[in-house]
């Protein structure tokens, strides 16, 4: 009998406990092309991650709880935001489901990351599971990445405004997938208007 091994199960972690201090309201509420950002990664994250998607919340956390009441993404709040971004990687991280083998992480304010962009990063993760797998551009990595198990401890021990970035850097060896839509952030809302606009 020949014996199948399991593919690594994958889940999603949305980052959407920011202060949103430039933005002037909480981003993760404000609407692109009608739908607000974190719904957006949420729906994005449930299309290939298996393991389940969990989203962390700071300031706006009621407000994403209702706008988030019938969907099946597991909420996670953050007391500590305000400290910074590893703070909401640790919170996700801990709260992360036994099944899972590797976390797709990524910022709720990237309007213009597609569908399409997150299978490719996922099928290259699937080539060398055991590796970091991450978006590049100008030659860096960047969020939206992956990150196995063994890597979950060295993320949770990251520091103030240390991203997940700042783990990709350090890394000897990842997988990169080439993603322009990844460098297209919004910081205020005439920068996600102008995003918005970029579509046509």
């Known amino acids: 009998m020949t014996l199948h091994r399991q593919s690594p199960q994958l889940a999603g972690l949305v980052l ?5 201090q430039r933005f002037g309201s909480p981003k993760p509420l404000a609407l692109f092309r009608g739908v607000a950002l974190v719904r957006r990664a949420t ?27 019938a969907d099946e993404a597991q909420l996670v709040a953050n007391p500590d935001w ?16 036994t099944k899972a083998d590797a976390v797709l992480v990524m910022p709720c304010d990237l309007p213009l990351v597609s569908g399409d962009d997150l299978a490719r990063l996922v099928a290259a993760w699937r080539t060398a599971p055991e590796l970091m797998a991450a978006a590049e551009f100008d030659a860096h990595p960047a969020p939206p990445a992956i990150f196995p198990r063994q890597v979950w401890r060295q993320l949770a021990l990251l520091r ?7 783990l990709l850097e350090s890394a000897l060896q990842h997988t990169a997938v080439p993603m322009p839509s990844a460098a297209l952030d919004a910081d205020t809302p005439a920068e996600l208007a102008r995003l918005e606009r970029s579509l046509g």
Do not use: H, K, N, W
């Not at 959407?16 to 949103?20: H, I, K, L, P, Q």
């Not at 103030?160 to 700042?166: L, S, V, Y």
């Open 82 to 97: 305000a400290s910074g971004m590893a703070s909401s990687l640790a919170c996700g991280i801990a709260a992360l489901p």
């Open 160 to 166: 103030g405004d240390q991203g997940a970035r700042a």
């Open 16 to 20: 959407a406990a920011g202060a949103s």
């Open 43 to 69: 729906t994005l994250l449930a299309g290939c991650c298996a393991a389940g998607v969990y989203v962390v919340t700071g300031t706006a956390g009621p407000a994403i709880r209702e706008l988030l009441a």
